[in-house]
C-alpha cells in the first residue's frame, strides 16, 4: 500500500502547541538507540534554540496524524556560518547562507524518499544564496545521500566539546 505523506509547513512565531514536544518525539523514535549519548540527549535545547530564532522553518511529514519526520532550520547572522571555520570562500555573489539543522525520519518510515521531500520543501523557498549542514564523519552513507541533493563537503569542524566531529557540507541554492 502507498502512503500518502503530507508536509505541512511550520514557522517562527506561529508554532502550534504541543510543536516542540512533537519534534522531541519524532527525534527519539528516531535515535533510540543512541540515546545514551549525552549529546543526543540535548536535542530539546536545541529545538528551543532554533525555534526562538527569526527566520525559523521547519517542515513536518504526516502520515495521517501521525508525524514521520522534519526539517528544520534559520539563516545565520552574517559572520557566524558554519562554512567559515573551514576556509571555503563562496562564489557568485554571496549574501547569506540557511542553515538546515536537522533532517530525520522515524525508522518506520525511512526509505520512501520523505528525507528528500522534507528537505526540498524546506529550501523551496528560501532567498539564502548558500544552505549548509553538517553531518557526523562516521556517517558516509548520509554525506552521500547530501552530495545527491546538491552539497559539498567543505570542510570538518566539531562545534560543541561533547559533539561528533561533522563533514561541513555547503549547496548553492540559486546557481
Partial sequence: MTRVIDLRHYRHGSL????????????????????????????PWFVDHWSSLIGFTCVVAFDGDEPTGFAYGAP?????????????????????????SEVMVRPAWRKQGIADRLHEALLTERDEDLAVLLVDV?????QELYATWGY???????????S??????????HP
Wanted: aromatic share 14%.
Fill in 16 to 43: 502550534p502547541e504541543g510543536f516542540r514536544q512533537m519534534l522531541i518525539d519524532v527525534h527519539a523514535d528516531s535515535y533510540a538507540d543512541a540515546m545514551d549519548l549525552e549529546f543526543n540527549r540535548k536535542f
Fill in 76 to 100: 545565520l547572522q552574517p559572520g557566524r556560518e558554519w562554512w567559515r571555520s573551514t576556509g571555503y570562500e563562496p562564489t557568485n555573489g554571496y549574501t547569506a547562507t540557511y542553515a538546515v
Fill in 138 to 142: 562516521t556517517h558516509p552513507k548520509v
Fill in 152 to 162: 559539498t563537503k567543505v570542510g570538518e569542524q566539531q562545534p560543541f566539546a561533547d
Fill in 164 to 173: 561528533p566531529l561533522y563533514a561541513v557540507m555547503v549547496k548553492h541554492l
